[in-house]
């Protein structure tokens, strides 16, 4: 079975501060993404990896950057929190053939 | 823009019944598709993917796809309480050959 596990399921941090949610994956997939889940606005992609030191955007990257210096691991950071990025994380990694296995998710919120 | 719709329900269906769930797509170029399962409060979970033309069965579930109309749907047959979730058609057709989510429908059975 693949597992993808996040860092934490639960996190509240205070507006301005620099959040990392960590994802990590033991299947050695190339390829890991990072969403947002907000109700009425469903699941949308911010950044994915094809390989180590790779990142690309995806639809909404503003405010936030990404990290991959071990194939296994995929690293989301807000560099200054806003409330605005209370949200649900959920970082997901390709099996093959596009089909995507998620990680428990990170429920946000910025006060 | 590149779309997937569905219709957000509540689907309310009796336990026993068929649960039929459609989902349309803008991408005429689109070829790879994926019906995800997400409990209230919990990560999605891949269910069924498809990228012929027809019909393909997986237990109880069946996932219909029709390129020339542009929807793919997903049949749940004797549906159960714990099939109550929301239900997210997926298709390949982002910028960079992403995953597109649907926002999801709401499918509650009744026992």
């Known amino acids: 079975d693949v597992k993808v596990t996040q860092s934490s399921r639960y996190l509240v941090k205070r507006t301005g501060e620099k959040v990392f949610l960590e994802c990590v994956q033991d299947?050695?997939?190339?390829?890991m993404f990072w969403y947002r889940q907000d109700p009425g606005l469903g699941l949308r992609l911010i950044y994915f990896?094809?390989?180590?030191?790779?990142?690309e955007k995806g639809d909404i990257p503003e405010g936030y950057s990404v990290s991959r210096e071990k194939k296994e691991r995929f690293s989301l950071i807000l560099e200054s929190a806003s409330t605005n990025q209370t949200s649900m994380y959920l970082c997901?990694?390709?099996?093959?053939?596009?089909?995507?296995?998620f990680g428990p998710g990170t429920r946000l919120t910025v006060l | 823009q590149k779309e997937v719709e569905q219709n957000s329900g509540p689907l309310s269906v009796p336990e026993g019944a068929i649960a039929s769930l459609n989902c349309t797509y803008s991408d005429r170029g689109s070829q790879s598709f994926f019906w995800y399962r997400q409990y209230s409060g919990k990560s999605p979970e891949l269910i069924m993917f498809i990228y012929s033309n027809g019909d393909k069965e997986d237990g109880r579930f069946t996932a219909q796809l029709n390129k020339a109309s542009q929807y793919v749907s997903l049949l749940i047959r004797d549906s159960q309480p714990s099939d109550s979730a929301t239900y997210l058609c997926?298709?390949?057709?982002?910028?960079?050959?992403?995953?597109?989510f649907g926002k999801g429908t709401k499918l509650s059975v009744k026992p």
């Open positions: 997926a298709v390949i057709g982002g910028s960079q050959g992403n995953l597109i």
């Open positions: 997901a990694t390709d099996g093959g053939a596009d089909t995507q296995y």
């Open positions: 990896s094809y390989d180590v030191k790779m990142k």
């Open positions: 299947m050695d997939h190339e390829n």
